[in-house]
């Protein structure tokens, strides 16, 4: 049985962009010996034609990036500043590069309103992070907030971030959780096959960042957080009985004592996107494991071209109507309160 799925309407949840003074700040630092993995991409980017090609597409929005997305027949783009965004850089720094890159966000959302919708940065190490959640989320109404895994090796189960959640919590904020590569500290196995990207490391390092919010008992804290993972939730779905057979043994001894199973976390704290994953079978598992409204439609765009998301979605039509409908755009509009009509 197929479904007219011409007629169904694609909401993109992990669409990225850049703005320049972001670009040019990351050339700055490319230019020290920092040897951050997360720098080899901006060190490469201007010596070849996929790089050149790739911030072309991370800077182009307006009228550029409409056309792009009616090409394929994307109605509407959740867009949010490409990783590592604002973490590199020094609180003062990431703060106000933070506050620019959400003015500049919101002011495509406002010219297009019934096109784009928006995830804002912050600065997780610093507490102007907390003013600029409530900002970007009040007064500039956006969509939701996007963090690029750790920050200097650290990560929102620790206590210094608690702010952060806390008014993410308050605000009914979703927190897109999207990958980076790992800390420094850890990077060394990976600096090898470009492992550290998005073939293998950014599944390790976002995965476990996933996994901290839940063993932590963060989410006991914290009840009504909403977390996103892209790439097909990071291969967590694939995981769950694993991670609930051995967590059960830890919990209450070398782990917290939580609540709930490791996986109950999961199905009600985590929705996960398709980005960059385009597998039926992962499709599928993560299905039955989570139920259908738990995933989102996302592009990855411009890492990917957004027809590959596209056209996997259209080849699935095993789905039923109602599952592709969620899939496709309610549970975006959920997740990312898109009728909010401001
Ligand atoms: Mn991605």
Known sequence: MSTAIGSVRRVGTEETFGIPELLDAWRGLSRSVWASQDLELVRSSGMSYHGQRLMDGLLE???????????????????SLCSPGVQLFDPETASDMAELANDRLAEQVRAHPDRFGGLAVF????????GEIERAMTDLGLNGLIVNSHTDGHYFDEPQFWDH?????????????????????????????????????????????????????VLDRFPKLQIVLGHMGEGIPFWLYRIDYWN??????TAPKLEMKASEYFKRNFTITISGVYQRSSLDLSLTELGDERI???????????????NFMDAQTHLSRETLERIMFRNAERVFKLDRGD
């Open 123 to 130: 600065a997780p190490h610093s507490k102007r992070g907390v």
């Open 248 to 253: 059960g043994k830890h919990q209450g001894n």
């Open 296 to 310: 989102m439609f996302a592009t990855d765009y411009p890492y990917q071209p957004m027809s590959e998301a596209v």
């Open 61 to 79: 929005l307006g009228e550029g990036r409409l056309a792009k997305m009616d090409e394929v027949g994307l109605d509407f783009a959740i867009l």
């Open 165 to 217: 959640l806390e008014a993410a919590e308050a605000l009914g904020a979703p927190i897109y959780i999207h990958p980076r590569t790992l800390p420094d500290a850890i990077g060394g196995p990976f600096s090898v096959y470009h492992l550290s990207r998005a073939a293998w490391g950014y599944a390790v390092e976002t995965a476990t960042h996933a996994f901290r919010l839940i063993v932590s008992g």
